[in-house]
């Protein structure tokens, strides 16, 4: 593969890194970071939410797998560019506070905008702008700037949010947390159709795509991607990775209900939390291209193990606070340092650059499948035994994901030998 060559490199990696957090931000920033405030304004439970995403997942999947075909065909631009919109306007429509019924729409319209026109386009860039020598620089700059975004946007939504409440945050009325969440909706909305306007405008036209314009399903390529049991292996390694990154979705719940924050602290902890984002997904990235990939994800699954399997057995008490508090970190960062440079694999199993988007469709169709069974399992696991128990069950399931987790990255390196 041959490094794009193109003066405006550090425009178009800003661009990518803008854009591929942008379109997410609506479906997820508002549950992750607002977690007790998103259930309660739209009067969900734990379960309701997991079976919301398992319907934002279950739509995803076709997303991913027919999204990777046409990345091959069409320039990323303008894929990317269409979906931004038609994310931005289910804002819209988020805005008005739907029902039980309206939110499930929503998440499988948004499994479809955020992934069957952007996810394959944008890895594919990604890999296009690293070349062959710098692919964990490349994606671990991309999840790095994507963390600082996430967390910049996350703490100004916390002051819109916090400027629509009195001092005394649990005196607030209903209609000012109304008011309050509602203009955050309209906050991200706005940002993600800005976005479209900054990738149409300074992201170019790809030259691989216009190399490969046949209408038809590629079925000698498919084929070659579905008998390779390396891509299976790398698809076992993200549903393990994702599914970790899922769980820290609770993180700003665990701080609510067990270590006794309010529901602005527990979102600040979370913000908090991520600037390990940026760090991780950066030193991932540089350390995998010294020592490979494989190696760096292998520790840090290493790492999670450890860090799920003592929060089995700690409380909330004022003993335990400042370990809870440094595991929380010490899992964000493990956590990100995986999602950093997951997708460097593709090029450290010998992925053929033609290919690369039914790859990433293939891979990503089987990976991101904890978007459908994660959340109804973990929402149930908590609504089982509210509380700490219930946050202790979660941890369990945690720590066999992790161990999972660990036996596959080592299969991958023992068979790509």
């Known amino acids: 593969m041959i490094m794009i060559k193109n003066k405006h490199r550090t425009t178009q990696i800003i661009i990518l890194i803008l854009a591929s957090e942008l379109v997410f931000s609506l479906p997820f920033h508002l549950a992750r970071f607002f977690r007790p405030t998103f259930l309660d304004i739209f009067n969900l439970t734990n379960t309701n939410l ?7 997942g279950s739509m995803a ?13 069409i320039s990323a631009r303008k894929l990317m560019a269409v979906s931004l919109l038609l994310t931005a306007s289910g804002g ?38 690293g070349g062959d020598n710098t692919q964990g620089k490349a994606f671990g700059l991309l999840e790095g700037g994507r963390g600082v975004l996430a967390s910049l946007l996350s703490a100004i939504a916390i ?22 969440f509602r203009s955050i909706i309209l ?35 498919l084929t070659k991607v579905l008998s390779n049991r390396l891509v299976w292996l790398h698809a076992a390694i993200i549903i393990c990775a994702y599914s970790t990154y899922k769980g820290l979705d609770n993180t700003a719940l665990y701080a609510y209900e067990v270590m006794g924050m309010n529901e602005v602290d527990a979102a600040t902890l979370f913000t908090y939390a991520s600037l390990t984002r940026p760090i991780a997904a950066v030193f991932a990235g540089i350390l995998a291209d010294r020592m490979v990939a494989s190696r760096v994800i292998l520790l840090m699954f290493c790492m999670l193990l450890c860090s799920f399997s003592s929060l089995i057995f700690l409380d909330g008490s004022a003993p335990w606070i400042t370990f809870l508090y440094m595991n929380i970190f010490v899992t964000f960062f493990a956590v990100f340092a995986i999602r950093g440079i997951y997708f460097a694999l593709i090029h450290e199993i010998n992925t053929p650059a033609k ?53 596959a990255t080592w299969l991958l390196r023992k068979n790509n030998r």
């Open 50 to 56: 997991g079976d919301i995403f398992a319907v934002y």
């Open 61 to 73: 999947m076709v997303s991913y797998f027919l999204g990777g075909i046409i990345a091959d065909k």
């Open 92 to 129: 819209i429509y988020m805005s008005t506070i739907p029902d039980l019924f309206g939110m499930t729409l929503l998440y499988g319209y948004w499994g479809i905008t955020t992934i069957f026109l952007f996810w394959a386009a944008m890895l594919k860039a990604t890999r296009e702008w």
């Open 159 to 180: 002051i819109i949010f916090a400027s629509f409440l009195p001092l005394q945050i649990n005196l607030a009325s209903a209609s000012e947390r109304l008011n309050g």
């Open 187 to 221: 906050f991200y909305s706005s940002l993600t159709a800005m976005g479209a306007v900054l990738v149409w405008k300074f992201l170019p036209e790809s030259q691989v795509h216009t190399t490969n314009k046949k209408s038809s399903i590629d079925f000698r390529s």
């Open 355 to 407: 290919i690369t988007g039914t790859t990433i469709g293939i891979v990503s169709f089987v990976g991101f499948t904890p978007e459908i069974f994660f959340g109804s399992i973990s929402g149930r696991i908590l609504d089982a035994n509210p509380g700490l128990i219930g946050h202790q069950n979660y941890f369990i399931f945690l720590t066999i994901i992790a161990f999972i987790g660990i036996a």
